[in-house]
């Protein structure tokens, strides 16, 4: 399956970031399941959103050149996404796609709006002890 939307779009300057669209430098699975779980509740119904990993931001815009993720952590950070995926109660698993842009890898997370909502997730998935929390756009996922 192909990436819904065009990256060029996600990051062209005509996005910016807010409820649909998060932009995160670099991969930080903390906030960025917090992020997850608030596109899956979908409490808007704006239809989920997108997390673009490698990518900074100013202003909420996307910086270019992008950072970009080092491809030899793809296959670490797949894995990883196994077990917190499995930390969301209920189970939810969001869509991962790899594009090139400027030259260099970025990671786009779709996350559709969940269909068994409310989801929750630990505050800090990477915890040993773990608190869970629901989470909704605009509140600091």
């Known amino acids: ?9 996600l990051l062209g300057g005509l996005v910016v970031e807010g409820n ?3 932009y995160k430098k670099g991969w930080n699975p903390d906030p960025i399941y917090r ?3 608030a596109f899956a509740n979908d409490f808007d119904d704006t239809c989920g959103g997108y997390i ?3 990518v900074d931001e100013v202003d909420g815009r996307a910086v270019r050149p992008v ?6 952590e793809i296959e670490p950070i797949e894995k990883a ?11 939810y698993q969001p869509r991962v796609f790899f594009e090139q842009v400027d030259g260099k890898t970025v990671m786009v997370i ?4 969940g269909e068994r909502r409310p989801y929750k997730v ?14 909704i756009t605009g509140t600091g996922t």
């Open 20 to 22: 649909r669209v998060e």
């Open 67 to 72: 950072v970009g993720i080092d491809i030899n």
């Open 110 to 113: 779709w996350v559709t709006a």
């Open 1 to 9: 399956m192909a990436l819904p939307i065009n990256i060029e779009d």
């Open 122 to 135: 630990p505050d800090m998935v990477t915890a040993k002890e773990k608190k869970y929390n629901y989470r």
């Open 52 to 54: 673009v990993v490698g």
């Open 81 to 91: 996404m196994v077990g917190f995926n499995n930390l969301i109660a209920p189970y």
């Open 35 to 37: 992020t997850i779980c």
